[in-house]
């Protein structure tokens, strides 16, 4: 999972009027897969084409939750098939009586226990471990994180496979790299590796999934990395350092 920062797109506005005036969610399908490089906001695997994916909202669109969302950019996540098949109009709230029934009513007020790739303090509060299976960093958040995975079955096998083989390529670089990290030469290569794998490119999957678990990696290897300067050689995109490495 992943932080979007919806208000990064051009002409947010104008995008906006011209859903509404459309009252067709594919009109922006394109411009959202942009922000993240064709991967699901949600589990940040790569969708090839905007044929293959679909517009979730987040606060589900059905009569009985929130039909005045329906076509609200920002209700809106750029997401897999499977992630969006998975969730439908699950919505679970941490107490049901604060839920909004009709516009007016005030949504701030609910507590959402679905993380939301739009929210930054829910994306600075989650890591990955090393099989690729999201974790929650604080105590408060833990419930947030099982609803999620439970609702978007994000730690069944099938679902987790592509993930955990691409971690454990990331895990043996770094631990090649802590291996022999006296040699420049082939230390300076894993750096490479590593560094092309968290590049923002179409086709590159679990990018923010794979930075956020470097960064414990790191501090659980503190003390075996002193005296290298694989923290300053690591090219973390800009936006996961302002928001991910700043908080």
């Known amino acids: 999972m992943r932080y979007i920062d919806i208000n990064s797109i051009e002409n947010l506005d104008e995008l906006q009027l011209r859903l509404k005036e459309c009252r067709n969610w594919s009109c922006v399908k394109e411009v959202l897969s942009e922000l993240s490089q064709k991967t699901c906001w949600y589990c940040e695997h790569y969708v090839p084409a905007t044929g293959y994916a679909e517009v979730d909202h987040w606060r589900p669109k059905a009569q009985n939750m929130y039909p005045w969302l329906e076509f609200e950019l920002k209700n809106y996540i750029y997401s897999c098939k499977c992630c969006n098949n998975k969730k439908l109009n699950k919505f679970p709230l941490k107490d049901e009586t604060k839920r909004a029934k009709i516009s007016t009513d005030d949504i701030s007020k609910e507590e959402p226990l679905l993380l939301n790739p739009l ?129």
């Open 119 to 247: 929210n930054k303090s829910d994306i600075q509060s989650i890591c990955y471990d090393m099989s690729g299976r999201l974790v929650p960093k604080k105590n408060e958040i833990r419930d947030k994180v099982r609803k999620t995975k439970e609702i978007l079955q994000l730690d069944t096998t099938d679902r987790l496979a592509e993930k955990s083989k691409a971690f454990s390529v990331l895990c043996s670089d770094l631990d090649t790299y802590l291996q022999f990290k006296s040699n420049e030469e082939f230390a300076n290569e894993m750096i490479k590796k590593i560094n092309e794998k968290i590049k923002y490119e179409e086709g590159n999957p679990f990018v923010w999934s794979f930075c956020m678990y470097i960064e414990s990696w790191f501090k659980e290897n503190d003390t075996k990395l002193v005296g290298t300067n694989i923290r300053e050689k690591i090219k973390f995109p800009e936006d996961f350092k302002e928001v991910y490495l700043n908080n």
